[in-house]
């Protein structure tokens, strides 16, 4: 069975820093992994999607690395802002017959200080 | 916009009803998926539907139900079996299942509280 972890489930800042948040999963076999932000009482937020043939994938001060084989995949975050102060989840869908199920992790809460 | 509907925003329950939580999406995504979210806990999928008519249950279905009548429509209800219904729930659609582009998208959530 699939498990996801992220590691540290919270992580505070100040303004400026650069910082990397970590996702890691048990069974290499993925088709994609994406990475989330999600704000306090709301939905998610799509932020980056990493197919399983790809390395890494950025969006502008946000850029996400998949290593397949190791089961490790890193959300770098450059010149931290207050408003990226939010819950960053990452998800992988297996490859195969069970390709539609997405299996979350519990999150990383990052708050970033003046 | 496109995007994916959820309402509404807040729902009460009270003991032995069942209630029913609206999922909508205009993004024309054939895969529509409902997720649980606890504190301290990931996202837990309840059901799933990859077409019009079919669904699949996840990994937590007990007590709850859905129905995928049309593409842009995937309704869950909680079911008085559902012994602790209180949670933000959550659904999020994509554009298929298959060897396309599958980045899944969610809606703002409904918070569902037991009274």
């Known amino acids: 069975k699939q498990e996801v972890t992220q590691i540290p489930a919270a992580l505070s800042v100040p303004e400026g820093e650069n910082l990397v948040l970590n996702c890691s999963f048990t069974?290499?076999?993925?088709?994609?992994l994406q990475w989330f932000r999600q704000d306090p009482g709301k939905g998610l937020t799509s932020l980056l999607l990493?197919?399983?043939?790809?390395r890494e994938q950025t969006s502008g001060r946000l850029n996400a690395s998949l290593d397949k084989s190791s089961g490790r995949s890193t959300l770098y975050i450059a010149a931290s802002q207050p408003g990226d102060s939010a819950t960053y989840l990452c998800?992988?869908?297996?490859?195969?017959?069970?390709?539609?199920?997405?299996?979350f992790g519990t999150g990383t809460r990052l708050q970033v200080t003046l | 916009d496109g995007g994916i509907t959820q309402s509404p925003k807040y729902l009460f329950r009270k003991e032995g009803q069942n209630v029913t939580l609206s999922c909508e999406q205009n993004?024309?995504?054939?895969?529509m998926y409902w997720y649980r979210q606890d504190p301290g806990q990931g996202l837990r999928l309840i059901y799933y539907?990859?077409?019009?008519?079919?669904?699949q249950k996840g990994d937590i279905a007990e007590g709850y139900s859905v129905s995928r009548e049309k593409k842009e429509s995937f309704p869950l209800t909680v079911t008085s079996a559902q012994k602790n219904p209180t949670a933000f729930y959550l659904c999020?659609?994509?554009?298929?299942?298959?060897?396309?582009?599958?980045?899944?998208?969610f809606g703002q959530g409904t918070r569902l509280t037991v009274v």
């Open positions: 999020a659609s994509t554009r298929s299942t298959g060897l396309m582009n599958t980045e899944a998208f």
């Open positions: 069974d290499s076999a993925i088709y994609n």
């Open positions: 990493i197919q399983s043939s790809q």
């Open positions: 998800a992988v869908r297996l490859s195969g017959g069970t390709a539609s199920k997405l299996t």
């Open positions: 993004l024309n995504h054939d895969a």
């Open positions: 539907s990859q077409i019009v008519n079919d669904f």
